[in-house]
């Protein structure tokens, strides 16, 4: 393919070639125009500061020799050397005007110094011949003899002089008007040139706003026409450009990425069906374990419920029985009838707990603002048994939260209690209970100097029925926890085993943060409530 084939060039290149084109042109009138205005400022200087400044000393060289002929006719009449003075000014006026033409001539002005020789010879003539011989007469022999001398001398030698000046005059009016007409044309030139340039601009212009018209403009709003028609949709439309290589490629590049666009969009739509059909699995799957929990729920709910009466019955008569016939058997028969009744009441413990973990989130009486400082008191009275004389429980700075206070009252009973259960041998129980601001929720935590919880069994402390102890060890169901964390989660929180303490047993559990005046840091001052070891 030929590097003439315009069709080929780049939009950059074509620029590029119209730019260095205009710029080869414009250099070429700039220095033709400097050339031009070289000359002009030359034949300007001819005009201005050699022609008529060597005319007016021409003028001026001329008056100077009529002065000087006036002095020597005024001398001759009265004798009087005062009347010589115009002479002898004029000789000085001569020299310094002579001086001065001949400063302004150049090389070339041949006919004007020529001229300016005639004159001073001419000059020395008639000083030779006509002035210094009268002066010297009436000097000598009295202004008669002079008159009468000057009156025999002709005025030829004056009038050749006057003749010089004459032509030397002439020459110097053609130099000027040879460099005036010179200037004038160099002039014309510059605004020929100052046309031209503005018209290679201009006719420049024209090319490069069509070139972009043809090349980028509309090339461009048709492509983008085209990328609207895929943007709404028609994303099946090749997309081409006949505007330069570069928009070319480019929409060559928009079209690459359409049919990749197209065939991600085939495969989302096709990934789409199936997420659909896999939600509509999920949502039916979702309804049916919200309608088994429900109906687990219910079903806990009711046989936790319906077992009371025939297990009320059984543990009462199995009581009735022990007192009445205690002793009165043998020591084995004895000995089943207390299993009997230690098995009737577990039951009896194990149906309550389960009631009351169903009925959490189930039974509500709507959220209302706690102050957990008051929970804690309440708490206080409910363990005051348990918690005997030796025991410490303290706490400072703790939030009002929104919630339910039954609720927040079975935690906290279900976390201090566990902590007095699992108390060490001969220590006094240590409990504290603290929070912190983290974000938008309340850091709650409760740690005790008790027995602690192994980290292998930190995952199964919150599960429902999840002993870590011998029964005969340490009374209780193990519901108790799995009762703490599904009181956490139903207000919003989470619950965790602190697993870095060295002692005891610390749990962390979150609520969140009241919106509004109510969430700024409590500003309790710290409230403990101690049994103080007595003596």
């Known amino acids: 393919m030929s590097v003439f084939d315009l069709r080929t060039w780049t939009l950059r290149r074509r620029i590029a070639a119209l730019c260095i084109t205009v710029g080869v042109l414009l250099s070429a009138l700039g220095a033709f125009a400097a050339i031009t205005a070289a000359q002009n400022n030359r034949q300007l200087d001819d005009v201005l500061n050699r022609a008529s400044p060597m005319r007016a000393a021409?003028?001026?060289?001329?008056?100077?020799?009529?002065?000087?002929?006036t002095g020597i006719r005024g001398f001759a009449i009265t004798g009087d050397e005062d009347n010589l003075k115009?002479?002898?000014?004029?000789?000085?006026?001569?020299?310094?005007?002579v001086a001065r033409v001949e400063s302004y001539l150049h090389p070339d002005d041949n006919d004007i110094r020529d001229e300016l020789v005639e004159v001073q010879q001419a000059a020395a003539a008639w000083h030779r011949e006509v002035a210094e011989p009268v002066i010297a007469v009436i000097r000598a022999d009295g202004t008669q003899a002079g008159q009468d001398r000057l009156k025999g001398t002709s005025t030829a030698q004056f009038d050749a002089l006057r003749r010089a000046i004459a032509d030397m005059q002439d020459d110097i009016q053609v130099l000027r008007t040879k460099s005036a007409n010179a200037a004038k044309e160099s002039s014309r030139t510059m605004v020929?040139?100052?046309?031209?340039?503005?018209?290679?601009?201009?006719?420049?212009?024209?090319?490069?706003?069509?070139?972009?018209?043809?090349m980028v403009s509309r090339p461009v709003t048709e492509l983008a026409e085209q990328v609207r028609e895929v943007a709404d949709g028609d994303y099946d439309k090749h997309i081409e450009s006949r505007g330069s290589p570069e928009l070319a490629a480019l929409a060559d590049d928009v079209d690459g990425m359409r049919q990749k666009i197209a065939a991600e969009l085939a495969e989302v739509r096709e990934a789409r069906a199936q997420i659909e059909w896999v939600n509509d699995q999920l949502k039916v799957q979702a309804e049916e374990l919200t309608r088994s929990n429900r109906d687990l729920e219910q079903f806990a709910y009711v046989a936790s419920h319906d077992l009371q009466e025939p297990?009320?019955?059984?543990?009462?008569?199995?009581?009735?029985?022990?007192?009445?016939?205690?002793?009165?058997?043998?020591?084995?028969?004895?000995?089943?009838?207390?299993?009997?009744?230690?098995?009737?009441q577990r039951m009896q413990r194990l149906i309550?707990?389960?009631?009351?973990?169903?009925?959490?989130?189930?039974?509500?009486?709507?959220?209302?603002?706690?102050?957990?400082?008051?929970?804690?008191?309440?708490?206080?009275s409910q363990l005051e048994v348990r918690a005997g004389e030796d025991a410490e429980i303290t706490w400072s700075g703790l939030p009002t939260v929104e919630g339910e206070e039954p609720l927040l009252t079975t935690l906290f009973v279900n976390l201090i209690g566990n902590s007095l259960k699992f108390r060490r041998p001969d220590v006094p129980p240590l409990?504290?209970?603290s929070a912190e601001r983290d974000g938008g929720e309340w850091r709650v935590n409760v740690r005790d100097n008790g027995i602690g919880i192994e980290a292998e069994f930190a995952d199964k402390v919150f599960v429902i029925f999840q002993r870590l102890h011998a029964r005969d060890a340490?009374?209780?169901?193990?519901?108790g926890l799995a009762i703490v964390k599904k009181i956490v989660e139903y207000h919003g929180g989470r619950i965790w085993l602190d697993l870095e303490v060295e002692e005891g047993t610390s749990i962390w559990f979150t609520l969140p943060v009241l919106p509004g005046p109510a969430n700024e840091e409590p500003a309790v001052p710290a409230q403990e409530l101690r049994k103080e070891v007595t003596a």
């Open 58 to 69: 021409g003028e001026a060289l001329n008056t100077a020799y009529v002065d000087q002929e």
């Open 86 to 97: 115009p002479y002898t000014q004029g000789l000085a006026d001569e020299q310094r005007l």
């Open 192 to 214: 020929a040139i100052q046309i031209a340039a503005a018209a290679i601009i201009i006719l420049a212009g024209s090319a490069l706003l069509l070139l972009l018209d043809r």
């Open 311 to 344: 297990l009320r019955k059984v543990a009462s008569f199995c009581q009735l029985l022990q007192r009445r016939y205690a002793g009165q058997l043998d020591e084995r028969a004895d000995q089943y009838i207390a299993f009997a009744v230690d098995g009737a």
């Open 352 to 380: 309550n707990d389960l009631l009351a973990f169903s009925r959490i989130g189930r039974l509500t009486a709507g959220f209302t603002e706690v102050d957990l400082n008051r929970v804690l008191t309440e708490v206080r």
């Open 431 to 433: 409990i504290t209970v």
């Open 474 to 479: 340490y009374e209780g169901t193990g519901i």
